[in-house]
């Protein structure tokens, strides 16, 4: 019988929708301002808690003694404490005192939390993610230095080269590198020993160089070109390795909700949802500071070497921050990636600033045998920090300039064999002890990073850009409505109820989604696809009434009408969603938040305009004698 569904149908459509609404509904709820608590090692303790709640009640403990009104305190599932308020004023008063009360060891982000209730959030139904534009916050844009990170490779694999020669008892002259043709030269006396290193170059690092031996005049070289394979590896390490590590320190910002990814070749996008100082989040995402533990070179004379400017075979010359000249070995003990926790504190026996290391089982074993061979000798304590300033050139642009500073900050005798903890002394204050305990918690970036691009959007912005897109979003609808109420009849209200359940789908699948954001582009294709999601309609109805103009039957008109009309609506929808799906794959930040919306509506509008509307059309019309059609 024509116009007739299975029941099976109307139950998947039925099914269909009760999800779509169970899922979009958690997105009426409006948000609580609330301050989100976690722990460095763990979950928040009871302790902690008591502390909080009294924090919150007023008292001694509260600063000025202000009670604060909180809705609630919650355990989310990953140990952390959420306490939401009414009011963003007790919410930032509130991360203020637990800030300052709790210390380093605890982290307090400001938050939006969802207000979704328990039945709710047991389907795991949350609202979708709003992007910078509707939250308010900052949005970096760093580029990453690959050529750094390349220079930074090579003088380990010089390194490398010079420890696998000296450990085969290989002689060699010495180990050149040149940055720019990204190759090593190894200068040999004869060429046996040559032809040993080659044979040693090639079966330990096989994939790392192009090799080519030269010799002439007593000469006898090797030359290492990195390959191109290996190059891009490093590039690509750099990358991933500085996305990781600016995870690590925005955690340690305290922000609830970044999101940090991967943009093109050597680019990365940060976003940070709530905050507003960004001369802070600058400084912790661009920050490069580490640390070098070398052995003094206590056999030679600093002064004369800085007197000279030219330090003996073997060591470097670097400067203490009063200025003083130290000579130390150019062997590196450990560096800053062996770090795995780091805390700021005091000196017990002196009273100044300290920093406490705690090292990971690789790190420890080495710094404990070789802190065991130097015991009663010297070591020092490297501090290495890039710094970009900027200046106003003579014609009054601006010009960004990266230097790096290394000064030693502590030289101390090794009194007996050190392990996994240890302490540093030696810093200016005790901010100076926080902010490197931070960032050697975090880790060191693999390469340097500028930040090329900048924004901030304030909250009230974020919000008026919500209520400019939900009134166009409403406006839009509505005069679609209207229309198609207006001009088709019974099938244009039908067809309206088809778009009311396409938004509800398209609101729901952007819930569902992990990681999927709505921003203000993302809004712009949501009321593209309001109207484009009756365009399959009008393309049916128009059909139908061709059908029955030619004189068909009721029946066969709405049959011939979704059948004929079908290959066309197809055509045009996937033409349409390519078109987005190119968007996504080479667009960028807000391309992307376009393409996302329109590709969803798209698909979620061929289901509803044409099986949808097929169902309820079905439902009022199949099977039934009628002289005519309200269309």
């Known amino acids: 019988m024509l116009n007739r569904y299975p029941l099976w149908k109307y139950l998947l459509i039925a099914l269909v929708l009760a999800a779509a609404a169970t899922y979009a509904l958690p997105n009426i709820y409006p948000e609580d301002p609330a301050v989100q608590v976690s722990h460095t090692d763990g979950e928040v303790g009871r302790a902690a808690v008591a502390r909080i709640r009294k924090l919150l009640g007023g008292g001694d403990d509260a600063g000025a003694g202000e009670r604060l009104e909180y809705k609630a305190i919650e355990h989310t599932g990953d140990g952390q404490l959420l306490i939401r308020f009414r009011r963003p004023e007790d919410q930032l008063t509130a991360a203020d005192r637990i800030r300052d009360a709790l210390g380093y060891r605890y982290i307090t982000a400001l938050n939006l939390a969802p207000a979704t209730p328990p039945w709710l959030s047991g389907l795991n139904a949350t609202p979708m993610n709003l992007g910078l534009d509707l939250r308010g916050g900052v949005y970096f844009l760093l580029e990453v230095d690959s050529d750094a990170a390349l220079r930074k490779a090579l003088e380990r694999y010089r390194d490398e080269i010079r420890n696998l020669l000296r450990e085969e008892r290989v002689r060699y002259r010495g180990v050149t590198g040149s940055a720019g043709k990204l190759s090593l030269s190894v200068l ?239 810093l200016d204050s005790t901010q100076e002890a926080r902010k490197l305990a931070l960032l050697l918690r975090a880790g060191a970036l693999a390469a340097p990073i500028e930040i090329v691009e900048e924004r901030t959007v304030g909250p009230s912005l974020g919000q008026e850009n919500i209520d400019k897109g939900m009134r166009s979003i409403v406006l839009g609808f509505l005069l679609v409505i209207v229309f198609m109420a207006v001009y088709y009849r019974l099938f244009g209200l039908i067809a309206d109820l088809a778009l009311a359940a396409n938004l509800v789908l398209i609101v729901a699948v952007m819930s569902l989604i992990p990681g999927a954001t709505l921003t203000l582009p993302g809004i712009v294709g949501i009321v593209l696809t309001v109207g484009m999601a009756v365009d399959a309609n009008v393309l049916i109805f128009e059909r139908i009434r061709e059908e029955l103009a030619a004189g068909a039957s009721v029946q066969s008109s709405i049959d011939n009408g979704y059948r004929r009309a079908l290959s066309t609506i197809a055509d045009a929808n996937i033409t349409t969603l390519i078109a987005a799906l190119v968007l996504f794959v080479f667009g960028t930040g807000p391309i992307k938040g376009f393409s996302v919306t329109l590709s969803i509506g798209i698909v979620c509008s061929m289901f509803t305009a044409i099986m949808g509307t097929r169902a309820v059309v079905n439902l009022v019309y199949g099977g039934r004698k009628t002289a005519s059609l309200a269309i």
């Open 188 to 426: 040999f006396d004869d060429a046996a020993e040559r032809d040993k290193a080659l044979d040693l170059v090639q079966r330990q690092m096989p994939l790392a160089f192009s090799i080519e031996e030269r010799g002439g005049d007593g000469r006898h070289l090797l030359d290492l070109a990195l390959e191109r394979n290996e190059i891009r590896t490093v590039q690509d390490f750099a990358v991933q390795q500085n996305v990781l590590t600016l995870r690590k320190r925005v955690n340690e910002l305290g922000v609830a909700e970044p999101v940090i990814t991967r943009q093109g070749k050597n680019r990365i996008a940060v976003q940070l949802p709530g905050v507003q100082d960004t001369a802070k989040a600058k400084e912790i995402l661009g920050a490069t500071a580490t640390l070098e533990f070398r052995m003094v070179a206590e056999q030679s004379d600093p002064a004369r070497a800085a007197a000279g400017g030219r330090a003996p075979p073997g060591t470097q010359l670097f400067r203490e921050r009063g200025g003083e000249p130290v000579l130390l070995k150019r062997d590196v003990m450990i560096t800053g990636e062996y770090i795995i926790d780091a805390a700021s504190g005091i000196d017990g026996e002196t009273g100044q600033p300290a920093v406490h290391i705690t090292l990971d089982g690789k790190g420890a074993r080495i710094f404990s045998r070789i802190t065991g061979e130097n015991v009663k000798r010297l070591m020092a304590v490297v501090f290495i920090e890039n710094k970009t300033e900027t200046r106003r050139d003579a014609a009054g642009e601006l010009q960004r300039r990266t230097r790096t500073v290394k000064e030693v900050i502590s030289v101390a005798r090794i009194q007996e064999q050190l392990g996994k903890r240890f302490q540093i002394t030696g």
